[in-house]
């Protein structure tokens, strides 16, 4: 029986007001637009945000702690290199967002889509996932390490020398994702749907010697 595919609900958007964005703490901002602004090197902590869209908003190096999203689409913008550790994600959508080095350890999402994303070398390591889509990102040497998951989707993309150590992989589908080079741990194999020249390289991977 062909298991269901559960994909993430998208963010609730309508009559978004026009505003200008800033950064300071304990700050909410709800029903608003943004575009353009460049706020890297900058420093806040409980950054509330619901029912906004973000368009070319660049945060590079940013440190934003105890972060909290709701209903948020972030379009074009470019978050790289920026920590986000312990943050909260709730119907967010990520679309052409350059996220290279983005630290998103230890943060909570839940109905979040990634959408052709530039996201190599960021870190998603003990994240809690509770549905949750990859679609044509690029996702080379990132971190997926110890991640608790549900509902997990991963289409079109490039997966190269990602790290999967002690995350369960029951149930999760590489086929239509690329890698040369893969990190998954053995025990966690079993239930995980590849094609058969991702099988071995993944074979290869283990040290198995394949004649």
Same mark, same amino acid.
């Given at each position: 029986?062909?298991?269901?595919?559960?994909?993430?609900?998208?963010?609730?958007?309508?009559?978004?007001?026009?505003?200008?964005?800033?950064?300071?703490?304990?700050?909410?901002?709800?029903?608003?637009?943004?575009?353009?602004?460049?706020?890297?090197? #900058?420093?806040?902590?409980?950054?509330?945000?619901?029912?906004?869209?973000?368009?070319?908003?660049?945060?590079?190096?940013?440190?934003?702690?105890?972060?909290?999203?709701?209903?948020?689409?972030?379009?074009?913008? #470019?978050?790289?290199?920026?920590?986000?550790?312990?943050?909260?994600?709730?119907?967010?959508?990520?679309?052409?967002?350059?996220?290279? $080095?983005?630290?998103?350890?230890? &943060?909570?999402?839940?109905?979040?889509?990634?959408? #052709?994303?530039?996201?190599?070398?960021? &870190?998603? &390591?003990?994240?809690?996932?509770?549905?949750?889509?990859?679609?044509?990102?690029?996702?080379?040497?990132?971190?997926?390490?110890?991640?608790?998951?549900?509902?997990?989707?991963?289409?079109?993309?490039?997966?190269?020398?990602?790290?999967?150590?002690?995350?369960?992989?029951?149930?999760?589908?590489?086929?239509?994702?690329?890698?040369?080079?893969?990190?998954?741990?053995?025990?966690?194999?079993?239930?995980?749907?590849? #094609?058969?020249?991702? &099988?071995?390289?993944?074979?290869?991977?283990? $040290?198995?010697?394949?004649?």
């Amino acid at each position: 029986m062909k298991k269901k595919i559960v994909l993430p609900v998208p963010p609730l958007l309508s009559a978004l007001e026009p505003q200008d964005f800033y950064l300071e703490e304990e700050l909410l901002f709800e029903g608003a637009f943004f575009e353009g602004g460049d706020y890297s090197y #900058d420093a806040c902590k409980n950054l509330i945000l619901k029912q906004c869209h973000f368009k070319k908003v660049t945060m590079q190096k940013t440190r934003l702690s105890q972060w909290e999203c709701q209903n948020v689409l972030f379009e074009n913008c #470019d978050f790289s290199n920026l920590e986000c550790f312990g943050a909260s994600f709730h119907r967010v959508h990520f679309k052409q967002c350059k996220l290279t $080095g983005t630290n998103f350890a230890e &943060s909570y999402f839940r109905d979040c889509t990634f959408e #052709d994303c530039v996201a190599n070398f960021a &870190s998603f &390591s003990n994240t809690n996932l509770r549905t949750m889509l990859f679609r044509q990102c690029q996702l080379n040497d990132s971190e997926f390490y110890e991640m608790d998951w549900k509902h997990l989707s991963l289409q079109e993309n490039q997966l190269n020398n990602s790290n999967w150590f002690h995350t369960k992989l029951a149930t999760l589908d590489f086929r239509t994702n690329q890698f040369q080079k893969i990190a998954l741990s053995f025990e966690q194999l079993r239930g995980l749907t590849v #094609d058969q020249e991702q &099988s071995l390289v993944i074979a290869a991977g283990l $040290g198995l010697v394949i004649d």
